[in-house]
């Protein structure tokens, strides 16, 4: 059943409970992560990063064939765009959701350019997420961890000048692996979430500490991006194995499936798709 990633988040701000969006790379992946959604009875959001694939145009295609063809609620997300012509193509080519990232960038210009996709892909019937402050990279987690945090006034108005349907926000989690200990800001996050009334997504969920991902749900967050720690997990499965190359992405997936469901199970979505 192929959706949009806010008819997801909706039902799970309303439940309580979080929705892993795990970053698929290629078909084997695509296939793992419904696999996994499947198993658990659970909703699932596909990120595809346009730098993590040989073809966004195409992966596209198939996780939205592959998600009609599924009975679990699917979305198919375009995860950090950064330019205006990636999220054309990426509504142009089956997504149903795309993150515009503009947090780089000043907050008036922020505002303009992702105001002006969402009206595009409101148009169609495409959700949109955003990121307000701005998410680092774990290995300069120690020096940036303090830059980006996100204001809680700041993304009230945010939210109202841009109509978007999810806000990222950053509140001391990072993208990637952490050199140092995550220090999550949760007073933060409780202003945040008594100030914006759109779902809340936490980016950089890998290595965050399983403590601290279900503390944050519980204070708001609905959506968590993962990624390395699904492929750290599957390289580590690959190693395990001494059988031909033929094999490999199997054994990959064997370790990316086992986190994925380990992160899903976690965060209470255990039978969710019952509730749409
Ligand atoms: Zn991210």
């Given at each position: 059943?192929?959706?949009?990633?806010?008819?997801?988040?909706?039902?799970?701000?309303?439940?309580?409970?979080?929705?892993?969006?795990?970053?698929?790379?290629?078909?084997?992946?695509?296939?793992?992560?419904?696999?996994?959604?499947?198993?658990?009875?659970?909703?699932?959001?596909?990120?595809?990063?346009?730098?993590?694939?040989?073809?966004?145009v195409l992966l596209g295609r198939i996780a939205e064939y592959m998600a009609v063809r599924s009975s679990m609620p699917i979305a198919v997300q375009l995860d950090h765009g950064s330019k205006f012509s990636d999220a054309i193509l990426a509504i142009r080519s089956g997504f149903t959701s795309i993150m515009v990232d503009r947090s780089a960038m000043p907050f008036e210009q922020n505002v303009q350019e992702v105001s002006d996709l969402v009206r595009i892909a409101h148009s169609v019937g495409v959700s949109v997420e955003s990121e307000l402050g701005?998410?680092?990279m774990g290995d300069s987690y120690d020096e940036d961890r303090d830059a980006g945090l996100t204001n809680a006034a700041e993304a009230a108005e945010y939210v109202k000048q841009t109509n978007i349907d999810s806000l990222a926000v950053a509140i001391g989690t990072a993208h990637g692996l952490y050199k140092g200990t995550p220090r999550l800001d949760f007073d933060r996050l409780?202003?945040?979430?008594?100030?914006?009334?759109?779902?809340?997504?936490?980016?950089?969920?890998?290595?965050?500490?399983?403590?601290?991902?279900?503390?944050a749900i519980a204070g708001g967050i609905t959506k968590i991006n993962i990624s390395s720690d699904l492929f750290v997990e599957g390289e580590a499965a690959l190693k395990a194995d001494k059988r031909t190359a033929y094999f490999a992405f199997d054994k990959i997936c064997d370790g990316y499936?086992?986190?994925?469901?380990?992160?899903?199970e976690l965060f209470g979505e255990t039978g969710a798709a019952l509730k749409f």
């Open positions: 059943m192929l959706v949009t990633a806010k008819d997801i988040l909706l039902v799970a701000k309303a439940n309580k409970f979080g929705v892993v969006a795990p970053n698929v790379c290629n078909e084997s992946t695509i296939r793992a992560a419904i696999q996994v959604a499947e198993d658990i009875k659970a909703p699932i959001i596909l990120d595809i990063c346009d730098w993590q694939t040989q073809d966004m701005h998410v680092g409780a202003e945040l979430n008594s100030a914006v009334n759109v779902p809340l997504v936490l980016h950089g969920g890998s290595g965050s500490g399983d403590e601290n991902l279900v503390k499936k086992a986190k994925l469901k380990y992160y899903m």
